[in-house]
């Protein structure tokens, strides 16, 4: 499913999918008809019972970061106590059995819905658009091996690449190196491919060298994260794989990011998050520093407010906001697809902006989700950042913003501006790869209820019709 809708219309509708969608509403009926069961037993104290637990656990869970001590303490205690108590009160109550079900049908609901909805053999979603790759003649692989916790050696990266005809270029990891520097000297040598087996801020690096002589760039799953590759599709468990792609690659044409003119292939972050990554001790310790750090920035003055313009869309005061090149997948307790970029070349950013004054708009986040105020989830081809005001109201000079680049913390001068360039990357990737799992197709239970009981008579929905696929580009 690359760069496609889902489509249905009468004649689509097999038996299984028919069979899913009718397990689907039967399923939610049936939820909807053990609580009302259970009215008489307490069936709406277990509505408002899990949602009490669930507000509480999620004001817990703010005191708990933004305060230090005894409101600490008190905030761990009811993060963790509020599910615990609302348990023993089901368990207590007897009403156990009636939450354990009608949590389960609801599930089977959810799950029998949305595979519904997926077209019988849509193909599966991919980053790009695959085209044919010549085998390169002369690669030159840059490979550092302290990344990934020395997975260069590990997996035996230089020798394999060597085999396959690549020149290796191993980083001194005694000795910090210009690999950008090192990239251009490989093109100025006639390499015809650039490869980086590192983490992702070596990657963008070395990627932005290979788009600008419009080289095939070899991504080598090296890393700790590897969150560009995982997008990609390549195995991340055993990065030799990868190299299989110089002689049995294809090619996929992504976009590259940019902030401030630097390169980026995964997020740009502002705010708490780069606030806490600047710190040198973060990197020995990054629980206890963003830990020991959250209190100042989430409520103590030193944490600074960004303003945000998303195209033509002002966030202001925000405590984060999270740039990505191409937009994630909305989390989802049924998705196999969260957390994942389902396209790299749609030309749009993601952004993700958030404002959390206090427990009681952590507790709307948690309950509403996207839907709450202080959250702002759009897409743009155009981000702003300024350094807004601190904490206490006082407007900071707009002459820095602390920023993380795929996880490597700068200061950058503001206004930062982040974009995109449209499928400026040559990515080689090897023809036979796990892929990238599929989102869930926009829930919808109208369209649940049409596919559960077809009309043969009507016209229906036309095969031709399209409904819009929310991580589709420009949706």
């Given amino acids: 499913m690359t760069g496609s809708a889902y489509r249905w219309g009468a004649g689509?509708?097999?038996?299984?999918?028919r069979g899913l969608a009718r397990t689907a509403l039967g399923a939610a009926g049936a939820a909807v008809v053990v609580?009302?069961?259970a009215l008489g037993g307490g069936g709406l104290y277990v509505l408002l019972g899990g949602l009490a637990g669930l507000v509480a656990a999620a004001a817990g869970l703010w005191w708990f970061l933004a305060h230090r001590g005894t409101v600490r303490i008190l905030g761990g205690l009811l993060l963790f106590g509020a599910p615990v108590a609302v348990l023993a009160l089901y368990v207590v109550g007897g009403l156990w059995l009636y939450a354990l079900s009608a949590l389960a049908l609801w599930g089977t609901a959810l799950g029998c819905g949305r595979e519904a909805l997926r077209r019988p053999g849509?193909?599966?979603?991919?980053?790009?658009?695959?085209?044919?790759a010549v085998r390169p003649r002369r690669p030159v692989l840059i490979m550092n091996p302290k990344s990934g916790g020395g997975k260069v050696e590990r997996f035996g990266l230089a020798a394999k690449a060597e085999r396959l005809g690549a020149r290796v270029v191993l980083l001194d990891p005694s000795a910090p190196a210009d690999v950008e520097a090192l990239a251009r000297e490989a093109v100025a040598g006639g390499a015809?491919?650039?490869g980086v087996a590192g983490g992702d801020g070596?990657?963008?690096?070395?990627?932005?060298v290979a788009a600008e002589h419009d080289l095939p760039f070899l991504v080598i799953s090296a890393g700790t994260r590897n969150h560009f590759a995982m997008d990609l599709g390549l195995d991340r468990d055993d990065p030799a794989r990868c190299l299989d792609a110089l002689t049995d690659g294809e090619e996929l044409r992504v976009d590259l990011g940019t902030v401030s003119g630097r390169p980026f292939v995964n997020t740009v972050s502002f705010g708490v998050y780069a606030d806490v990554v600047r710190r040198p001790e973060y990197r020995d310790a990054k629980a206890e520093t963003a830990l020991d750090a959250l209190p100042d920035l989430l409520q103590g003055g030193q944490g600074d407010r960004l303003d945000a313009t998303a195209d033509s869309t002002p966030l202001p005061g925000q405590q984060a906001v999270?740039?990505?090149n191409n937009p994630y997948a909305a989390p989802d307790l049924?998705?196999?697809?969260?957390?994942?970029?389902?396209?790299?070349?749609?030309?749009?950013?993601?952004?993700?902006?958030?404002?959390?004054?206090?427990?009681?708009?952590?507790a709307e986040l948690v309950v509403l989700g996207t839907q709450a105020s202080g959250l702002n989830v759009l897409t743009a081809r155009r981000v702003e950042v300024h350094g807004g005001v601190t904490n206490t109201g006082v407007r900071k000079a707009d002459r820095a913003v602390s920023v993380a680049v795929d996880g490597e913390a700068l200061v950058l001068p503001a206004p930062v501006v982040c974009e995109?360039?449209?499928?400026?990357?040559r990515v080689l990737v090897p023809r036979s790869r796990p892929g990238v799992a599929p989102p869930p197709p926009p829930l919808n239970w109208r369209r649940i209820i049409g596919l559960a009981f077809p009309d043969p008579q009507g016209p229906g929905p036309s095969k031709n019709e399209r409904y819009d696929d929310p991580y589709r580009s420009g949706a």
Wanted: net charge positive.
């Fill in 334 to 362: 049924f998705s196999a697809g969260a957390g994942h970029r389902v396209r790299l070349d749609s030309g749009r950013l993601g952004v993700i902006g958030i404002r959390v004054d206090g427990a009681a708009q952590a």
């Fill in 122 to 132: 849509e193909p599966a979603p991919g980053p790009a658009r695959a085209e044919p």
């Fill in 322 to 324: 999270l740039v990505s």
């Fill in 192 to 194: 015809d491919l650039l």
């Fill in 202 to 208: 070596t990657q963008a690096l070395v990627a932005a």
């Fill in 35 to 37: 609580l009302l069961f």
């Fill in 12 to 17: 689509d509708v097999g038996a299984v999918t």
């Fill in 420 to 425: 995109l360039r449209p499928r400026a990357l």
